[in-house]
């Protein structure tokens, strides 16, 4: 690492690929389960935007849904109307993407957007894999729902 940084500062190009992180299939990368909840480039999307919209708040190994997101996430028919979870987990929390090196959502609220997402057929699962297929629906409910556009790649 510190070679490559020195060949950076002195503007010597890199002449050798950097290591590629996580899986090398395209397909774990793009969307796939961890534990319960979505992960790779699908699951780091939908984080990513529930954040910039302020839904949810994400700080070092710490997460919140808002009022509004939850609120949000009830209108969308993802958390319960009652709002009362009788789960010891976390309604919220930031797991590490191994592929995409920033969080992605766990806890009862990634649990229950991976399960809404299953129910209404935007992706499903790959026999044999945790890899996720994204569906045509999918790329149109994740970017209504979430605004995430890295969907529909």
């Given at each position: 690492?510190?070679?490559?940084?020195?060949?950076?500062?002195?503007?010597?190009?890199?002449?050798?690929?950097?290591?590629?992180?996580?899986?090398?299939?395209a397909a774990l990368r793009q969307a796939r389960t961890c534990y319960d909840?979505?992960?790779?480039?699908?699951?780091?999307?939908?984080?990513?935007?529930?954040?910039?919209?302020?839904?949810?708040?994400?700080?070092?190994?710490?997460?919140?849904?808002?009022?509004?997101?939850?609120?949000?996430?009830?209108?969308?028919?993802?958390?319960?109307?009652?709002?009362?979870?009788?789960?010891?987990?976390?309604?919220?929390?930031?797991?590490?993407?191994?592929?995409?090196?920033?969080?992605?959502?766990?806890?009862?609220?990634?649990?229950?957007?991976?399960?809404?997402?299953?129910?209404?057929?935007?992706?499903?699962?790959?026999?044999?894999?945790?890899?996720?297929?994204?569906?045509?629906?999918?790329?149109?409910?994740?970017?209504?729902a979430f605004g995430v556009e890295s969907a529909a790649s």
């Open positions: 690492m510190i070679e490559s940084v020195m060949q950076i500062a002195g503007g010597v190009p890199l002449t050798r690929l950097l290591p590629r992180v996580g899986p090398k299939d909840h979505l992960a790779g480039a699908l699951g780091v999307g939908i984080a990513d935007a529930l954040r910039a919209n302020g839904l949810v708040e994400i700080a070092g190994d710490a997460a919140s849904l808002t009022e509004t997101g939850h609120v949000q996430m009830q209108a969308l028919g993802i958390l319960a109307p009652d709002g009362n979870s009788r789960s010891n987990r976390p309604v919220c929390r930031p797991c590490l993407d191994w592929s995409e090196r920033r969080p992605h959502l766990a806890g009862v609220l990634g649990a229950a957007i991976c399960t809404h997402a299953l129910e209404k057929g935007w992706v499903r699962r790959r026999l044999g894999t945790r890899a996720l297929e994204i569906t045509p629906a999918g790329r149109i409910g994740f970017r209504h």
